[in-house]
């Protein structure tokens, strides 16, 4: 790697930060958007009132994992030809496409609330496991996306190289199988 691409890529608060204390301000950061998200999808209920574009949002959603998704792979093949800039660049923008995501989730349950769904048959326990899984590695996720982030904006590119192995195949199940869950979702409701 470049002297030149890592002292580009490091940013002077994050290369004084303590990693212990970034990983505490990951994992408070991390904790509050869980309990934020739990707290309106089970504790809140939906608006009385749903303006109409708030029901375009699942498809929304669904474009913007679409594209996180493809960006994430952009990244994937530029880091294996060791294009270190066309990586930082695509991750980037698949970080923008996964937070423009959770905006337009956020938004969507906000109004809406709790959505059940109503498929019976083989298509129901299919379903809840690409739910589950997809609930409880998008939890997983967003520490170890705000950790690589944090790692390679701290020039510790080894520490960031094994954390993204991990932040790579969960962030591209995570952002594929939202894409699942709206077409199934579409189909029966």
Sequence with gaps: ??????SRVAVEAFKDLNVARAVVYIMIASGLVLIFLFWLLYFRDGAETVPAWVYSLPTV???????????LILGFVQIKKRNFDAHMKFNLAAFVASAFFLISYVLYHNFIGHTPFPGEGLIRPVYFFILITHIILSVVVVP??????????????????????????????????????????????
């Design 144 to 189: 170890l996306i705000l950790s690589s982030f944090f790692f390679a904006f701290a020039g510790r590119f080894a520490i960031h190289r094994k954390v993204s192995k991990f932040t790579f195949p969960i962030w591209i199940y995570v952002s594929v199988t939202g894409v699942v869950i709206y077409f199934i979702l579409n189909a029966y409701v």
């Design 1 to 6: 790697m470049s002297k030149d691409f890592e």
């Design 61 to 71: 959603n669904a474009v913007f994992n679409s594209i996180a998704t493809a960006l």
